[in-house]
């Protein structure tokens, strides 16, 4: 089989000093084995954080960066029926995914309905689940809720607000850029969208003409997580899954006594590993119904064919963006 290319570090570090796009060679399928070309690949925060050394799980060295994205059957083993030739498949994330090839055991692949887009399928697997745990697993919420986000213009806080609209939970999103935000969280579900780094908390009841604030998501940490705990009301749920600003996790001290205020975490990762495979599959049938419906947008920033992919990575890394970047590849056998 002819080289490939995979973006791949052999030391932890910042990503734009340690990643190199490089050739690899690529072994001949075993015959119980298919070869996987990727079709499509996105970039997350955590990705930097896997490269960096910092996450919670990691990979050992060298290694393949990258942890979700899409690729197409494009060769079977001997063993292996034909009919799976073309069939749609999540990139095997333990072994890097950010390259242009892989080789799967069948019974290790998990498919993806042909319906669904690559470069949409391609983001399926990390934002919108923790959006759908994130309203499931935590507080009993019902119609005509209200819950309260910060990062509102993340992925996750995009497909928490198109799926509490499509539960008919009311959503406020609170953002940076007010201008630059409203009309897009408020298009996509956001009842309210708000500005972060003021007194916020103050005005909650105003928005939501009294009705208590049950839940809330936190996903920056620091001073952040303060406003949203002062914002729900008296024995509400705030959850945090992830830690943009890095700072600590901070937290009022009347609050949680007077208010009695629950402050819980939840990783994604977490959740797959303790749950069942046919828990999971369930989940994503619900997943990808939600995705052909439109209900959870997935805003794209920028796409780079394979062999830019370092200029990709560097895009993902900057500010000011309109969505993920994501990696493409026409790779052929």
């Known amino acids: 089989m002819k080289d490939t290319l995979a973006v791949r570090y052999h030391e932890h570090g910042k990503a734009s000093e340690v990643l190199k796009l490089e050739t690899i060679q690529m072994e001949e399928p ?54 799976l030739l073309r069939k749609k498949v999540r990139m095997p994330e333990q072994a890097g995914v950010w390259k242009q090839v892989a080789l799967a055991l069948t019974d290790e692949l998990t498919f993806i309905p ?10 399926a697997f990390v934002n919108p689940p923790t959006a759908y745990r994130l309203l499931n697993d935590f507080v009993d919420l019902s119609f005509g809720n209200w819950i309260i986000q910060n990062a509102g213009n993340s992925a996750v806080g995009f497909c928490v607000a198109g799926y509490a609209k499509h539960l008919g939970i009311n959503c406020i999103s609170v953002v940076r850029d ?11 579900g956001s009842t309210a969208v708000i500005a972060e780094g003021t007194d916020y908390f103050k005005s909650i009841k105003d928005i939501t003409d009294g009705v208590p604030i049950k839940l809330a998501l936190n996903s920056i940490g620091g001073d952040s997580v303060m406003s949203l705990i002062k914002a729900v009301d008296e ?33 994604m990762d ?41 200029e990709a990575i560097q895009r993902a890394s900057e500010g000011n963006r309109q969505g993920k970047v994501l990696i493409t590849s026409d790779w052929q056998p």
Do not use: C
């Not at 042909?114 to 983001?123: G, L």
């Not at 007010?178 to 996509?188: F, S, T």
């Not at 797959?272 to 119904?289: G, L, P, Q």
């Open 178 to 188: 007010v201008e630059r935000w409203e009309q897009p969280l408020k298009d996509a």
């Open 114 to 123: 042909s319906e669904i887009d690559a470069q949409v399928a391609a983001q």
């Open 270 to 310: 977490r959740w797959y590993r303790n749950h069942a495979d046919h828990e999971a599959n369930s989940m994503m049938t619900e997943i990808y119904k939600l995705l052909k419906k439109d209900v959870m947008q997935l805003p794209v920033d920028q796409v780079f064919a394979f062999e830019n992919a370092l």
């Open 235 to 267: 024995g509400g749920t705030v959850v945090t899954f992830g830690g943009m600003v890095g700072d600590k996790v901070r937290f009022p001290t009347r609050e949680l006594i007077f208010k009695d205020i629950a402050l819980r975490g939840f990783w």
């Open 30 to 83: 075993r015959p119980s084995e298919v070869v996987i070309a990727m079709r499509a690949a996105v970039i997350h925060p955590s990705d930097f954080g896997m490269i960096a050394g910092s996450y919670g799980r990691l990979k050992e060295l060298p290694a393949v960066a990258g942890r979700e994205g899409v690729g197409e059957i494009v060769q079977v083993g001997s063993a292996v029926s034909e009919d």
